[in-house]
């Protein structure tokens, strides 16, 4: 059977009664009160398990260097051996997938389009925990196309049984176009 809710505004009030509510590619099941949430923003399973330990968190740490490499979002960029290792890739909207990282210097590369005069980037790296996510560092990018390198100092955002920061990349503005992603510790 399903829950009843009652919204009342001055003048009116309306009654919905449902099984279930879903919105924004969020599922909410009523019937046991529990959430379950399916979209490019579900936290991820590891973060889930990664124990009450958190890291010091201290975003004065950080120490982001923002370098242009390319007025060229599709340019393809090669790294010195030995320096990087490649972690993953991502194309998202409005949050990348998890990245873990072991700590010290973390890069992004960050591939933008142009979408006329006008637009704002803006972003912000996140340090997923089970209860709350800490910011590492919040940053603009500059209007038009671009291919971007990120480097962020994360190390005191490791924590959690697994000894990893488990970082995310959310894009603020511009929900409309994907931005691609290489990410490298």
């Given at each position: 059977?399903?829950?009843?809710?009652?919204?009342?505004?001055?003048?009116?009030?309306?009654?919905?009664?449902?099984d279930?509510i879903?919105?924004?590619?969020?599922?909410?099941?009523?019937?046991?009160?529990?959430m379950k949430?399916?979209?490019?923003?579900?936290?991820?399973?590891?973060v889930l398990?990664?124990?009450?330990n958190?890291?010091?968190n201290?975003?004065?740490?950080?120490?982001?260097?923002?370098?242009?490499i390319?007025?060229?979002?599709?340019?393809?960029?090669?790294?010195?051996?030995?320096?990087?290792?490649?972690?993953?890739?991502?194309?998202?909207?409005?949050?990348?997938?998890?990245?873990y990282?072991?700590?010290?210097d973390?890069?992004?590369?960050?591939s933008?389009?142009n979408?006329?005069?006008?637009?704002?980037?803006?972003?912000?790296?996140?340090?997923?925990?089970?209860?709350?996510?800490?910011?590492?560092?919040a940053?603009?990018?500059?209007?038009?196309?671009?291919?971007?390198?990120?480097?962020?100092k994360?190390?005191?955002?490791?924590?959690?049984?697994?000894g990893?920061?488990e970082?995310?990349?959310?894009k603020?503005?511009?929900?409309?176009?994907?931005?691609?992603?290489?990410?490298?510790?």
């Amino acid at each position: 059977m399903g829950s009843l809710f009652t919204f009342s505004f001055f003048p009116t009030t309306m009654n919905v009664f449902a099984d279930t509510i879903e919105t924004d590619n969020i599922k909410i099941q009523t019937e046991d009160n529990t959430m379950k949430q399916e979209s490019e923003n579900s936290i991820d399973p590891v973060v889930l398990q990664d124990g009450p330990n958190d890291g010091t968190n201290d975003p004065a740490s950080v120490q982001l260097e923002i370098r242009k490499i390319s007025d060229n979002p599709y340019i393809l960029h090669s790294l010195a051996p030995g320096k990087w290792n490649w972690i993953g890739d991502h194309s998202f909207k409005s949050q990348s997938k998890t990245f873990y990282s072991g700590g010290g210097d973390l890069m992004i590369y960050v591939s933008q389009p142009n979408i006329g005069p006008g637009f704002q980037w803006k972003y912000r790296l996140e340090e997923e925990d089970p209860a709350f996510n800490d910011t590492v560092k919040a940053f603009d990018l500059t209007k038009g196309a671009g291919t971007y390198e990120l480097i962020f100092k994360v190390g005191s955002f490791v924590d959690g049984d697994n000894g990893k920061a488990e970082l995310v990349l959310k894009k603020l503005t511009n929900p409309a176009y994907s931005v691609d992603t290489s990410w490298y510790d």
